[in-house]
């Protein structure tokens, strides 16, 4: 092979028929590409977007199913007549602590109430509230041990004019204060509207047994929506 023709450029010419692609042509397979995959991402996002929307419409269902309302007065300012409140959809039986807001009836076949929780089995509970001074609720809780007042700020101004002593033996107002332990299996239940409940002073000792669920959450309206207040405690005589 002389030496010009091993020095001289090689030139690979294309094969007839099998042109070099365009810019053009790469650009416009790089542009399918790009919208196939913008097209996955949207129907993904779609897909996402609507799990949640399906989520939060089950979720606003359970919601209303497992929520009760408020009717009448009884418990204002705690809660009003109209507000909702969430139970447990699960029926499991719930632990029923002193000042727990409950929904349950004083009898099989009762009125549904909602109500709180004064005296729970073996607590010593009086009430002695005499015409239109203020009256006093106190616990000895177990039985035993120093006498203490239940301090329900939702109790102020709420106590009314009528005189109101408690108990009789099965939990019921009487004319003279009288302190009574709560049996077992039962619970000394009042409102937090004082002078307007239809409680325990009327119905005597609400039996554990028809407790249907301890209320903690307000549903409704959604400006209050939140934990059910739970400042109510006992303090020294």
């Not at 004319?175 to 937090?192: A, I, Y």
Request: net charge positive; charged share 20%.
């Amino acid at each position: 092979m002389s030496d010009a023709v091993r020095g001289a450029p090689i030139r690979i010419a294309h094969l007839s028929g099998f042109p070099s692609p365009s810019r053009e042509v790469v650009g416009g397979a790089n542009r399918q590409i790009g919208g196939r995959v913008s097209l996955v991402i949207v129907r993904r996002l779609s897909l996402v977007v609507a799990a949640v929307l399906v989520l939060a419409l089950v979720t606003f269902a359970g919601a209303a199913l497992s929520s009760i309302p408020i009717r009448g007065t009884s418990m204002e300012p705690t809660l009003r007549d109209g507000d909702r409140i969430f139970i447990n959809p699960l029926g499991s039986k719930p632990e029923v602590d002193r000042f727990a807001v409950v929904v349950g009836r004083f009898s099989k076949n009762g009125p549904q109430v909602v109500k709180r929780v004064i005296g729970i089995p073996g607590d010593m509970v009086r009430i002695d509230k005499i015409g239109v001074r203020g009256g006093v609720v106190a616990v000895q809780p177990g039985g035993t041990g120093p006498w203490l007042i239940v301090d329900n700020p939702a109790w102020n101004e709420r106590w009314g004019k009528a005189s109101s002593n408690c108990c009789t033996p099965d939990g019921k107002l009487t004319s003279v204060v009288t302190p009574q332990r709560v049996p077992d299996g039962q619970l000394f239940l009042l409102g937090d509207n004082f002078a307007a409940s239809d409680d325990s002073r009327a119905h005597g000792w609400a039996p554990i047994e028809f407790v249907r669920a301890v209320a903690t959450w307000r549903s409704y309206p959604l400006s209050s929506m939140g934990r059910i207040a739970d400042d109510v405690m006992l303090k020294p005589a």
